[in-house]
């Protein structure tokens, strides 16, 4: 049979692209390289506890969108986990992003709100254009909770000088001169109950599926068995690296298993310093409240991050790369039968809403364009 789609990749772009392309009634295959679905969201219950692990780090679902929430909403149920972070600097405990609970404890002040900004207003430097992550982070908070919160862990995190870094990175995080400690400000947050593999199994309900197979590594077969194919891989490798490798970051998780009730008390605990090697700690039994788990046993997973363009998760964005992106991109065009989607393809820093939003889009124009009669519900 030749499908009408064949999704390379089954993380959250291909798998609601095939999900909305099965829902109209195409033909739709996914194929995967790794030996699971749900790409980076994968979750799985460790060893021999029933503790929910998700396999590549910490995924906090939150969106502001009433429409992707809904949709969301028709594949899992969803717990009211809210997401905070605390940080670990100098064997002291923080919490992130940088509150006035922060500023107050690492001062050791007790500012009220309307005090804070004329106290960082003296911490800041007047940085008129900040061209990178470490002018930008120093114009907004000063260099001391800068050095103390940002710049190791940056470095640690991005294997690079926060100098070389782009502006963006460091406002994905708030800076707030209240109390809240909620890491996202989204309406909408949670995590899947049961963990997020079994929301990617419902999505790919009715679609073929099989793993452990490279697209790459045999183009011509798999071309072979479908109109079109949306591509949710490395864009650099697409086209066989034509014009050399983008830069991406890769993360590493070593995890255990520990005799004890609780090791952090929260699920996730940064490391701002650099003599510290992992990034953070990730304790999975935190983000299942709703979860029974037995007395006596957590799991640790220890984070580190390195460059790593073989096996890539974030794209790093240096200024090298914003050439050879618009260099691959205009390769793309002569690509007619296939679609470009998701983090890897496109290269861009999504969170999960944002891909989700994506795939719903070009779904739209895409089954709009080849059934023009059929009647699509999102
Ligand atoms: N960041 C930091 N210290 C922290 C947390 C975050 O310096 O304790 C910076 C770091 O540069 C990071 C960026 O803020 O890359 C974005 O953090 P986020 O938590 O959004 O990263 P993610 O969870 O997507 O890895």
């Known amino acids: 049979m030749i499908y009408d789609y064949l999704v390379v990749g089954s993380g959250l772009y291909g798998s609601v692209f095939a999900q909305q392309a099965t829902q109209a009634g195409a033909r739709v295959m996914v194929i995967e390289k790794r030996p699971h679905i749900g790409g980076n969201c994968y979750s799985h219950v460790f060893e021999d506890t029933n503790i929910i692990v998700h396999a590549y780090g910490t995924h906090i679902f939150h969106t502001s969108d009433a429409d992707i929430w809904r949709y969301v909403n028709r594949f899992a149920e969803f717990n009211r986990y809210q997401h905070r972070v605390l940080t670990t600097h100098r064997s002291r405990v923080y919490s992130m992003p ?12 007790s500012l009220r709100p309307h005090e804070v900004e004329a106290f960082l207003a003296a911490r800041r430097e007047a940085i008129a254009n900040p061209r990178n992550l470490e002018e930008k982070a120093i114009s907004l908070i000063g260099r001391d909770l800068y050095e103390a919160f940002i710049r190791g ?24 001169t209240s109390y809240n400690d909620a890491y996202f400000d989204d309406l909408y947050q949670g995590i899947p109950v049961g963990g997020y593999t079994p929301m990617f199994e419902r999505l790919l309900k009715g679609v ?52 004890s009730d ?9 490391y701002a310093d650099e003599d510290v090697p992992y990034t953070r700690i990730h304790e999975p039994k935190h983000l299942h409240p709703e979860a029974r788990v037995s007395p006596g046993v957590s799991v640790v997973v220890r984070e580190y991050s390195l ?65 023009p009669e059929a009647v699509l519900p999102v």
Request: net charge positive; hydrophobic share 40%.
């Open 98 to 109: 940088i509150n006035l609970g922060t500023i107050n404890a690492f001062y050791g002040v």
């Open 153 to 176: 862990y940056t470095r640690k995190q991005w294997g690079c000088d926060p100098k070389l870094l782009p502006a963006g990175i460091i406002t994905r995080l708030p800076v707030r």
């Open 208 to 259: 073929d599926v099989e793993l452990e197979s490279d697209f790459l590594a045999d183009r011509a077969y798999w071309r072979a068995r479908a109109r079109k194919i949306v591509y949710t891989g490395p864009l650099d490798a697409y086209f066989g690296y034509a014009y050399g490798r983008l830069n991406w970051r890769s993360v590493r998780f070593e995890a255990q298993k520990l005799a």
């Open 262 to 270: 609780d090791f952090q008390g929260t699920a996730v605990m940064n």
């Open 307 to 371: 460059v790593d363009n073989d096996r890539p998760y974030y794209p790093v964005n240096f200024d090298e790369d914003k050439e050879k992106l618009a260099r691959y991109r205009a390769l793309q065009a002569g690509e007619e039968s296939t679609l470009f989607g998701g983090r890897l393809a496109q290269y861009r820093y999504y969170d999960m809403h944002q891909v989700i939003g994506a795939a719903l889009k070009a779904a739209k124009v895409e089954l709009r364009r080849e059934q």
